[in-house]
C-alpha cells in the first residue's frame, strides 16, 4: 500500500520530510532523488546500532514503504511535551535562546564522547542536523542525520574510516572542535 504524503515538516538537501498521513507521532523521510533511497536503506540497516549507542540521542526508524513521492523511511515524530508542538532545530532554537543552554552542553558532551568511543564517524554537525526536544521542564538533544555514517562525498573509493581509523578520528575531531568554536564554547577536555 502506497503512503500519501501531503504535509511537508522540513525539506534538506538530501531529503525531505512528512507528517505520517495515519500516525500523528511518526513522520516519513523521502529521498528527493532516486540515487539516495540506497541511504534510507542505511539508516534502517543501522538502526540497532545507533539503538545500543546513541538511544537517547536519534530517533527510532520502523522500515521502509512506498509512497506518492517515492521510497520512504518511517520514523518517530519529535516533539515537545506537553504541547506535542515540533521540536526546534538547533539553528531556530538558538534565535530564540542565543546560546547553547548547560543542559545541552553536557548532553553534546555526552553525544560526541560516544560517537568517539563507539567509532562511529560522522563529520556533519550543522545546526539543522540537531533537534531541541522540550519534556516539560528538561530539554533533550536528536541528532537527526544518521544518513551520513561513515559517508564522505570525496571519498566514494577510499573509506578512510575502515583503512587508517586514526586519521577519521582526526578528522572527526576537527569536526567536533569546530562546532564548539562555532558556538563560543570551549571545547571539553574529553574531546581534545
Given at each position: 500500500m502506497t503512503l500519501i504524503l501531503k504535509n511537508m515538516i522540513h525539506h534538506g538537501r538530501v531529503r525531505a520530510c512528512y507528517y505520517h498521513p495515519d500516525n500523528p507521532q511518526?513522520?516519513?523521510?523521502?529521498?528527493?532523488?532516486?540515487?539516495?533511497?540506497?541511504?534510507?536503506?542505511?539508516?534502517?540497516?543501522?538502526?540497532?546500532?545507533?539503538?545500543?549507542?546513541?538511544?537517547?540521542?536519534?530517533?527510532?526508524?520502523?522500515?521502509?514503504?512506498?509512497t506518492n513521492y517515492g521510497l520512504g523511511l518511517i520514523s518517530d515524530l519529535i516533539t515537545d511535551t506537553p504541547t506535542n508542538t515540533l521540536s526546534l532545530r538547533l539553528r531556530d532554537w538558538l534565535k530564540i535562546h542565543k546560546s547553547i543552554s548547560p543542559e545541552l552542553?553536557?548532553?553534546?558532551?555526552?553525544?560526541?564522547?560516544?560517537?568517539?568511543?563507539?567509532?562511529?564517524?560522522?563529520?556533519?554537525?550543522?545546526?539543522?542536523?540537531?533537534?531541541?526536544?522540550?519534556?516539560g521542564d528538561k530539554l533533550r538533544l536528536v541528532f537527526v542525520d544518521t544518513k551520513s555514517l561513515n559517508r564522505?562525498?570525496?571519498?566514494?573509493?577510499?573509506?578512510?574510516?575502515?583503512?587508517?581509523?586514526?586519521?577519521?578520528?582526526i578528522r572527526m575531531k576537527r569536526r567536533i572542535h569546530r562546532f564548539y568554536k562555532v558556538h563560543h564554547l570551549g571545547v571539553p577536555n574529553s574531546l581534545k
Open positions: 511518526l513522520c516519513v523521510k523521502v529521498a528527493l532523488q532516486k540515487k539516495h533511497n540506497k541511504l534510507l536503506q542505511k539508516e534502517i540497516d543501522n538502526n540497532e546500532l545507533f539503538q545500543k549507542t546513541l538511544s537517547s540521542y536519534v530517533t527510532r526508524y520502523y522500515e521502509l514503504v512506498p552542553q553536557e548532553q553534546f558532551q555526552d553525544f560526541f564522547k560516544r560517537l568517539l568511543k563507539y567509532k562511529l564517524w560522522f563529520y556533519d554537525f550543522n545546526n539543522e542536523n540537531f533537534l531541541v526536544q522540550k519534556q564522505n562525498n570525496s571519498w566514494s573509493f577510499f573509506k578512510l574510516e575502515y583503512i587508517i581509523p586514526t586519521l577519521a578520528k
